[in-house]
């Protein structure tokens, strides 16, 4: 199953009019943390927050909703959210965290949960994972090169970055533009090669744009607290849902574009094998489904 | 017993009552035969028996109902002379790495191989070295102890858990592994044995060098001694700060991937 296993698969957005502004899509991960918070289902979240750099996230421990609506919209490039895990539990005494993770950083997330071999009362304190549908992640150099090479503005001008319809988009207060998502090939870091993973598959709540209409976001519940999380902001009107677009633009994209992944992810695993070089995740030839996160 | 200890890690969630009638049914099993257990000290700090004790809410239990410590200076007070031989043990956690120049510590790990089913090496000194890879001898109280290495280097090893130390909830979830026989749970543990030769350059060797980091921090959450920070999405280790425990490569999605252990803890 190339979208891992969920409990439900449905289109949905943040019924917030603040949040709408501000948020990417259908700012479910903004929306969904504020209510988190409020419910005390967590008592902070390690989000990307702002630096003193435009577009350069900083991993930040959010404690308020202001905090986290600080935090809203996709910076394409590197935060290490992973890193403030520890620093939320220890320096800010979180005992239920929340936290937004990509793929790769979901993935760090449930390995120290399995196995917390050095890590000291951490594990166990993380209530809440959300994750995020990544393609892949360019380091904050590669975007400021081909936002200026491809696009033609200066970095400081630009208001959103987006991905949608196989283009990169850049706003700047009065202007769109856009040029083809395949253009960017070759600014992206290279350990996104071989990852085998677009919807965060071992996330409680995964969420992103691909497949869903614009302004709502597309969500797959797949834990048990995800799933009670998720019904419980929908109950309480702060998430409002709609069926899943089964069609072309909707999880027939979704499908195809986290098949296509995985695909070229496995290619490159097995091309690393042949070579010798190190890589966590077996050949092809070594699995049951070959497209399988393992 | 085991159902506590599972309830504590958040392990299995089975229907109450079902649970506690098969566990009973277990740890009644179990009871016929205890698993022996021995504490060996080496050239370590006494942080990885004191991260054992952690457990506070199974401790007593643990080491009362379900295992026989049958030697060791710390958790019983057994030592090993000429006049009273060494017992045999199903397991023994080696704590510390040896002194090639400490002729008792030398004999100890030597005599608990042949007396122990299992041997561990608990924590990174016994697995890695850690910090006392920085022993270059000429101190006191016995200037002529200068070469420390990995028990591995001297024995053969069976499991390895390093961590500085490891921390208290892996010890519970090995333990409990152990005790149920589950060999799945502990093979990245075997795995680990031959990872001897530990340190923060991992980092950039094994996985920033391999094309393989993705700039999550995991490495720069895990480190003890705050040796690892994150600069433009890499780690950047401090070399001065680092212990050589090993564990933000071991910690690392990218050093290796248990899957489906992962995707059974999620209920997935």
Not at chain 1, 90 to 109: F, H, S, W
Not at chain 1, 168 to 195: L, M, N, R
Not at chain 2, 109 to 116: C, D, F, P, T
Request: proline share 5%; charged share 25%; aromatic share 6%.
């Amino acid at each position: 199953m190339v979208l891992g296993t969920y409990k439900q698969i449905v289109h949905a957005r943040s019924t917030d009019k603040q949040i709408q502004k501000i948020s990417q899509d259908g700012g479910i991960a903004t929306g969904l943390l504020c209510f988190a918070l409020d419910e005390k289902i967590i008592d902070g979240a390690v989000v990307a927050g702002p630096s003193d750099e435009m577009w350069k996230p900083e991993p930040t421990v959010a404690l308020s909703s202001d905090e986290i609506l600080a935090a809203a919209g996709t910076k394409y490039t590197l935060s290490p959210n992973m890193w403030m895990v520890k620093e939320a539990v220890r320096q800010y005494g979180l005992e239920k965290a929340g936290i937004v993770t990509i793929p790769c950083q979901t993935m760090g997330l449930r390995k120290l949960q399995s196995y917390p071999i050095g890590v000291r009362f951490v594990a166990g304190k993380i209530a809440l994972d959300i994750g995020i549908f990544c393609t892949e992640n360019f380091p904050f150099e590669s975007l400021k090169t081909f936002i200026s090479a491809k696009a033609g503005v200066d970095f400081s001008l630009v208001e959103k970055m987006d991905i949608g319809k196989g283009k990169f988009w850049v706003h700047t207060a009065d202007d769109v533009i856009s040029f083809p998502i395949k253009e960017t090939h070759g600014y992206e870091q290279s350990g996104c090669k071989v990852c085998l993973d677009l919807v965060s598959e071992l996330s409680d709540i995964s969420t992103g744009s691909i497949g869903a209409p614009d302004g709502w976001s597309s969500v797959l519940t797949r834990t048990e607290p995800g799933e009670t999380i998720f019904s419980q902001a929908v109950d309480a009107g702060l998430i409002e849902t709609k069926p899943m677009d089964e069609g072309k633009f909707g999880l027939e994209m979704l499908t195809k574009l986290a098949k296509s992944k995985k695909e070229k992810a496995m290619k490159e695993i097995d091309q690393r094998k042949e070579l010798g070089l190190p890589v966590p995740y077996k050949a092809s030839s070594e699995k049951e489904d070959p497209l399988a996160n393992v | 017993m085991l159902a506590r200890i599972k309830e504590f890690l958040g392990m299995e969630a089975k229907p109450k009552e079902e649970a506690s009638q098969q566990e009973v049914e277990k740890v009644a099993e179990e009871e016929k035969a205890k698993p022996r257990i021995g504490y060996i000290h080496l050239s370590g700090c006494t942080g990885d028996v004191m991260s054992l004790s952690e457990n506070y809410d199974i401790l007593a239990p643990l080491l009362t109902e379900m295992v026989d410590i049958v030697y060791g200076q710390t958790l019983a007070d057994v030592w090993w002379d000429d006049e009273n031989p060494m017992p045999e043990m199903d397991l023994a956690l080696v704590e510390g790495s040896v002194c090639l120049q400490d002729e008792h510590s030398m004999k100890e790990l030597l005599e608990v191989r042949e007396k122990a089913g299992l041997v561990v090496a608990f924590g990174s000194c016994a697995a890695t070295g850690c910090f006392t890879r920085y022993s270059r001898g000429g101190q006191q109280a016995n200037p002529r102890h200068e070469s420390f290495v990995p028990i591995a280097d001297v024995v053969k090893v069976d499991l390895a858990m390093p961590g500085c130390p490891p921390s208290p909830e892996i010890i519970a979830k090995t333990v409990v592994a152990v005790i149920n026989g589950d060999m799945d749970y502990l093979q990245p543990m075997m795995d680990l044995v031959g990872y001897t030769e530990a340190c923060g350059c991992d980092l950039q060797l094994k996985v920033v060098n391999q094309a393989l980091c993705i700039g999550c921090g995991t490495c720069a959450m895990s480190c003890p001694t705050r040796a690892v920070g994150m600069t433009n999405g890499r780690p950047e280790v401090n070399s001065d700060r680092c212990v050589k425990c090993g564990v933000c490569y071991i910690q690392c999605p990218r050093s290796w991937w248990p899957a489906d252990r992962i995707k059974q803890d999620l209920g997935l």
